[in-house]
């Protein structure tokens, strides 16, 4: 088993669909079936059960799991050592974002540098289907989520940014000419699925609407690039987060205020245990600034 079939074989585990482990990784779905297939050739038994609606580890499969995560986390950090040496710097500090208006935030991120000039500040999207799962693996230090977040590992930090929530939808849509429409218009559609977390769920896409009709839960996303065509072919709506009309503006899709939904709130969220002085010098400095309004 080589290196690269090795992280194969840790993706797989941790997202447990071959579609996403494909996409975090860069690679077609054919290349990641090939590899497990040769790595359970190798070991002589299956290490993962699939059906058409399911991938799970086997015994087996969690066994190899909890052996090799240990070793890639130690080679990761030796690699990591040895590039922030080549580069000057002696630690680094790696921030999640949900939201795409980045270019929106800088001036919130352009001044920790300043401040730490031996830290790399590394920024990277992270999806909404597995919001705290990035923390909780050690994949980022602090991550940009919306609220309300109620775990019991998690420390919420200061607001980064507020703004209002629109409907998203496929240009074409009965819906799309409004100048605003009302969460009770969703008791009328079939809204995008993927969130599996309730109650996060529930502060933007509820289940139901203010007088108490069900919504219909349809299609799954976890990612944008998965929500996109949902939308665009009309198969769902979904509240989304307004900067989404400015940062994934398509021809295909429109974007219609929701009048009374209630603004949604950014915040840096990070793993209590793990709390830093980087973390913290962070923290002070969007708290020092206040959040963005839009």
């Known amino acids: 088993m080589d290196l690269r079939d090795i992280e194969i074989f840790l993706t797989l585990s941790e997202e447990l669909h071959f579609g996403r482990t494909a996409e975090r990784l860069h690679l077609t779905q054919a290349r990641i079936s090939q ?13 993962f059960e699939r059906t058409s609606r399911r991938v799970a ?14 070793i890639q986390r130690s080679l ?5 050592r040895a590039k ?24 919130r991120f352009d001044t920790f540098p300043h401040r730490h ?13 597995d919001p705290f799962g990035p923390l909780r693996r050690n994949e980022v230090d602090i991550a940009l989520l919306w609220l309300p977040v109620r775990e019991a590992d998690l420390t ?20 799309a000419t409004r100048e605003s429409v009302s969460l009770e218009d969703l008791g009328d559609e079939v809204t995008v699925g993927g969130i599996t977390l309730e109650y996060w ?22 990612t944008w690039a998965d929500m996109v065509p949902i939308l665009s072919n009309g198969k769902a709506v979904s509240p989304v987060h307004a900067h989404a009309a400015r940062y994934a503006s398509r021809p295909d899709l429109a974007y219609v205020p929701i009048h009374d939904a209630p603004r949604t709130q950014w915040a840096l969220v990070w793993r209590t245990a793990t709390e830093s002085d980087l973390i913290l010098d962070l923290s002070g400095t969007v708290q020092e600034m206040g959040p963005l309004t839009h």
């Open 35 to 47: 590899s497990i297939k040769k790595q359970e050739r190798a070991i002589g038994t299956a290490l």
């Open 57 to 70: 580890l086997t015994e087996i499969g969690r066994q190899l799991y909890t052996d090799l995560k240990p």
């Open 76 to 80: 990761d950090e030796c690699l990591e």
């Open 84 to 107: 922030l040496a080549a580069r000057g710097k002696a630690r680094v500090l790696r921030v999640g974002l949900i939201p795409h208006n980045l270019p929106e935030l800088r001036t």
């Open 117 to 129: 000039p031996d830290v790399d500040l590394r920024i990277g999207h992270i999806g909404f289907g």
């Open 156 to 175: 919420v930090g200061p607001v980064m940014f507020t703004e209002p929530v629109m409907l998203a939808m496929s240009a074409t849509h009965r819906l």
């Open 201 to 222: 769920r529930e502060a933007l896409i509820p289940t139901r609407t203010p007088n108490g009709r069900l919504i219909e839960i349809g299609p799954t996303a976890t």
